[in-house]
């Protein structure tokens, strides 16, 4: 499986994210049952991990025998993000410890206008 490039739609600063894939191989859902992933956002791509972010996630029941992934991204970890555009990948590390990176790309992080909920 070679990686997918693509770019997010721009996600709010402050917000909770939460990023939806469906892992497949030649069309079909991979069974993603204890492998675990990691999304890292970064201003400058060689910078050293974790960059400017960086969440691990996992597949919880039923959902992972279906390749379905939810990145989800608390807004603490967003809220002091710089509005800019990232670059960003998504690892997997399967239960053999393999590793590969399925999406390379780019996400723009736009300013939330709310800056206070209390």
């Given at each position: 499986m070679s990686y997918t490039s693509k770019d997010l739609n721009p996600l709010v600063r402050?917000?909770?994210w939460t990023i939806k894939l469906?892992?497949?191989s030649n069309g079909t859902p991979v069974n993603i049952t204890g492998y675990s992933f990691w999304f890292t956002l970064k201003a400058d791509i060689d910078a050293a991990d974790p960059g400017n972010?960086?969440?691990t996630a996992s597949a919880g029941s039923p959902d992972a025998a279906s390749g379905i992934l939810y990145i989800n991204v608390n807004?603490?970890?967003t809220a002091n993000?710089?509005?800019q555009t990232y670059n960003y990948d998504v690892q997997q590390i399967d239960t053999g410890n393999k590793v590969q990176t399925l999406l390379i790309g780019k996400v723009k992080v736009v300013k939330d206008i709310t800056r206070s909920t209390s």
């Open positions: 402050g917000d909770d469906v892992i497949t972010l960086q969440v807004s603490n970890l993000l710089v509005p």
